[in-house]
């Protein structure tokens, strides 16, 4: 499996879901259905950056031990400006 920043094809990106929640000292910013992937900031933005740094961990180990992520995907174009995610239930 490629890393995030190393896309075998241009025109595809990989996807993640970010859950943030409030805790005692701050944020926690979490990404469901990978395992150990999440991490804690003083803020909702710091949470994430960390998060993210926690996952590109994962991903390096993941590559060493030959084993897939499973992370979504979706095609990209040359007029795609923005994606994001959002709940459809609560």
Known sequence: MQSIDQLPDKNKAQI???????NDDGYLAMIPGIQGAFAEGDTPQE??????????????????QKEN??????????????????????
């Open 47 to 64: 949470a994430i950056f960390n998060c993210i740094d926690v996952l590109k961990m994962i991903i390096e180990y993941k590559q060493e």
């Open 16 to 22: 993640i879901s970010v859950v943030i929640e409030n």
């Open 69 to 90: 992520l499973n992370l979504g995907s979706i095609e990209l174009s040359h007029n795609t400006g923005w994606t994001f995610a959002i709940p459809i239930q609560l």
